[in-house]
């Protein structure tokens, strides 16, 4: 699956605004609370932030749609017209969809709430 997410189409990605790594690192803040796990390019092809991990609590984020991978059709996107939706549908979508999905209940599991 790691191989599919650094060198293949597999997510759903649709942002311009992400944080670039750059400025995520040089927030105190952030850099004391959260570990960059990956990142991406949006659509021009700027750096972003694309998931991250807490350091020492079981909060995640990611900046890309994997629950589109399995329930949202590509269609045209009615308020760009001449846009379509680009929803990777491939086996290895579903799979890194799915898995990071079992992973999320998992975590939730961990809770004694």
Known sequence: VIH???????T?????DGVEPGHFENNP???ALFDVVATSADRNGRRYVAAV???????YGV???PEKIR????SA????PGHF???????EARDAADLLARFVVSEARTSRH
């Open 63 to 65: 900046q890309f749609h």
């Open 85 to 91: 939706t680009h929803v990777p549908k491939t086996e």
């Open 71 to 74: 329930y949202m059709n590509n």
């Open 12 to 16: 759903y990605e649709n942002h311009e």
């Open 53 to 59: 991990q807490g350091k020492d609590l079981p909060i």
């Open 29 to 31: 803040q952030l850099a």
């Open 77 to 80: 996107i009615p308020w760009r």
């Open 4 to 10: 599919w997410l650094e060198g293949e189409n597999i």
